[in-house]
């Protein structure tokens, strides 16, 4: 049960990118969509040899398939056959060829942050709450180490001992390495609006999760969740600690 709770909860770190990934692809594919697909362009001496002619749709489909890493969006490339201006670059084959290249450097790229990370993995080793110097709010101090400083996402939740749902207290991004000193402040409000039972002073069972955040690929390609998921598993990246705190 543990585990199950444990892997949602990574899957919960992802799922903002997910979301905002699948979004991106569906609007752009859309853009592409809305062209006319005998709109073209041709005659361009200045482009680089291949890429002197084109259907507007085609070529909008090419750049998105590459940007998305998506193989199936190059079936809508097609080339347009000029007698004067090469048009070899925008075809479904140099689309999947294209396709295929990006993936492999997003893999390279994903591999190396895994084997960095693993040589030093992060590890959050300890965590405590404290009551904040106003005497009413509370400070999480969590504790850390290893060597590889990296942004990483923090999350933490009360875990109710009547198996309802985990209420979260606190979850975000952070810059950290094994030296890092943080107070994380949170307000007594701000607990009772996600739980409105909860009483100070009382112990309570905390459990809280750090997970390596490797972004989404950028300006060159976005990374779906599943192709990192494939290439570094969350659950790699991912640490869980719980912790009884008395607030």
Not at 34 to 53: C, K, V
Not at 116 to 125: M, Q, S, V
Request: hydrophobic share 35%; glycine share 8%; charged share 30%.
């Amino acid at each position: 049960m543990f585990l199950a709770a444990f892997l949602g909860l990574c899957s919960n770190a992802v799922s903002s990118f997910a979301a905002s990934y699948d979004d991106q692809r569906s609007s752009t594919v859309k853009t592409c969509q809305a062209i006319d697909p005998a709109e073209y362009q041709s005659g361009l001496m200045f482009n680089p040899d291949g890429y002197r002619s084109y259907y507007v749709r085609s070529e909008c489909f090419q750049r998105t398939a590459v940007r998305f890493r998506d193989e199936t969006l190059c079936r809508q490339v097609k080339q347009r056959r000029s007698f004067f201006s090469s048009s070899w670059g925008y075809s479904s084959g140099r689309c999947r060829e294209l396709v295929a290249e990006g993936i492999a450097a997003d893999r390279k790229s994903l591999e190396e942050i895994k084997r960095k990370y693993l040589a030093g993995a992060l590890r959050l080793r300890d965590f405590r709450v404290e009551r904040n110097g106003n005497g009413r709010d509370f400070d999480i101090i969590p504790t850390f180490s290893g060597d590889y400083a990296h942004g990483h996402i923090l999350r933490f939740e009360i875990v109710p001992s009547d198996n309802r749902k985990e209420i979260v207290l606190h979850s975000s991004g952070y810059y950290v390495d094994g030296n890092s000193n943080l107070r994380i402040f949170l307000t007594q409000d701000e607990i009772r609006k996600r739980f409105p039972d909860f009483a100070p002073s009382r112990l309570y069972l905390v459990r809280a999760t750090i997970v390596l955040d490797i972004g989404n690929g950028g300006l060159p390609g976005l990374w779906s969740d599943g192709f990192i998921d494939r290439v570094f598993p969350v659950r790699e990246r991912s640490q869980s600690l719980e912790r009884e705190v008395r607030f």
